[in-house]
T-cell receptor, first 111, second 119 residues
Framework: RKEVEQDPGPFNVPEGATVAFNCTYS??????FFWYRQDCRKEPKLLMS???SGNEDGRFTAQLNRASQYISLLIRDSKLSDSATYLC????????????FGAGTRLFVKA | NAGVTQTPKFRVLKTGQSMTLLCAQD?????MYWYRQDPGMGLRLIHY???????AKGEVPDGYNVSRLKKQNFLLGLESAAPSQTSVYFC??????????????????FGPGTRLTVL
């Protein structure tokens, strides 16, 4: 079982739609959580951190459920420019630390 | 302020050849990382460094070596390239906040990647 699992998609949605991505992690020592965005043939870039209380950044809302070891990302009013792969990222506290990237969920937003 | 840069951007090698990938950052970050990204898989950590002169193994270190002689540079070497090393390689860096023991939870900033093909 992968330590961080995401639905690979692709998700095909029309402009203006609301879309939700889910991510599960298996290590209970996971300490911090992020969503990164990766455009085709580009490097990953931080979209937002994920806090236990939930956090929002414009059209994007991230939620964390530590009990269920589950992270979500909600995108409202989708834009064409939101088309990308969304990576779920977990930092695990071990003797040192370990950063684990999910394989990503692809999103296509169409006009 | 260039952020994280990588050279080269593309490279084709024959099996058995060697090469070095260079990563440079101008953000004064302590931590630097080398990842590989393959289709259908998340980024996998090859090696990382928590400061100048230090390196440590990641998840998939076999077949690679690294050096961090200067804080701003992190080199990834392939001594004898194999087709299984065909991948996209990303370098990243992050800033170690004071007071954190044994790890960094800071944002990682990535370079643009190196596409390597081994024939």
């Amino acid at each position: 079982r992968k330590e961080v699992e995401q639905d690979p998609g692709p998700f095909n949605v029309p402009e203006g739609a609301t879309v939700a991505f889910n991510c599960t992690y298996s290590n209970s020592a996971s300490q911090s959580f992020f969503w990164y965005r990766q455009d085709c043939r580009k490097e990953p870039k931080l979209l937002m951190s994920v806090y236990s209380s939930g956090n929002e950044d414009g059209r994007f809302t991230a939620q964390l459920n530590r009990a269920s070891q589950y992270i979500s990302l909600l995108i409202r009013d989708s834009k064409l420019s939101d088309s990308a792969t969304y990576l779920c990222v977990v930092n695990v506290r071990t003797g040192g630390f370990k950063t684990i990237f999910g394989a990503g969920t692809r999103l296509f937003v169409k006009a | 302020n260039a952020g994280v840069t990588q050279t080269p951007k593309f490279r084709v090698l024959k099996t058995g050849q060697s090469m070095t990938l260079l990563c440079a950052q101008d953000m004064n970050h302590e931590y630097m990382y080398w990842y590989r990204q393959d289709p259908g898989m998340g980024l996998r950590l090859i090696h990382y460094s928590v400061g100048e002169g230090t390196t440590a193994k990641g998840e998939v270190p076999d077949g690679y070596n690294v050096s961090r002689l200067k804080k701003q540079n992190f080199l990834l070497g392939l001594e004898s390239a194999a087709p299984s090393q065909t991948s996209v390689y990303f370098c990243a860096s992050s800033y170690q906040k004071s007071g954190l023991a044994g790890g960094s939870t800071d944002t990682q900033y990535f370079g643009p990647g190196t596409r390597l093909t081994v024939l």
